[in-house]
């Protein structure tokens, strides 16, 4: 869970971030505890999909596929460009980083299944929910969609283990 402070005792500098003239607070995150997770607990996200996004994965990741890069080449298949899938797991990681189950926690494993194309312009909502808990090894076991209103873009399931 994320926290703003401008109390900075446990703040790392990669933390600090300045907002204003000479101002700076402190993010930071607060691991949760696998005995804080609840079956049914959710989380949701909502991201504007923007040409930027997708040409900067194109260049981090080197998938300069055109159907993501060209768009006269993509408009037959696709009607223009479309976002790369993964940048949408992506997404859905930085939940499970981030949110549910939260900082420390290491993702075991993600099962994909792609529906349809994500494009620039589209706001995707990530919704993930926990659908199992294993308290011998501190594993949950969560699902998750990416949609745009009525239109699942992918269906994602996950495991993750906690620290305690």
């Known amino acids: 869970m994320a926290q703003l402070s401008t109390d900075f005792p446990q703040c790392l500098p990669r933390q600090m971030i300045r907002v204003g ?8 995150f607060q691991s949760m505890k696998f005995s804080e997770l609840a ?11 923007t ?21 006269a080449y993509a408009e037959p298949r ?4 479309i976002a790369h899938g993964v ?13 549910l189950p939260g900082p420390g926690s290491v993702a075991r494993s993600l099962n994909v299944r792609f529906k349809a194309p994500a494009r620039p312009g589209d706001d995707v909502s990530i919704e993930v929910k926990i ?9 949950a076991v969560l699902e998750g969609r990416a949609f745009v209103g009525d239109q699942i873009l992918l269906q994602i399931s996950a495991e993750a283990l906690l620290e305690e």
Request: proline share 6%; aromatic share 8%.
């Open 131 to 139: 659908i199992e808990l294993v308290p011998k090894i501190r594993k």
């Open 87 to 99: 940048l949408l797991v992506g997404f859905f990681s930085a939940i499970l980083a981030t949110q």
């Open 78 to 81: 696709f009607g223009g460009i």
């Open 39 to 49: 079956l049914g607990q959710t989380a949701t996200r909502t991201i504007r999909l």
């Open 21 to 28: 003239q000479g101002r700076k607070i402190c993010l930071y």
């Open 51 to 71: 040409p930027e996004m997708i040409a900067g994965f194109a260049d981090v990741t080197g998938d300069h596929n055109p159907l993501h890069t060209d768009p």
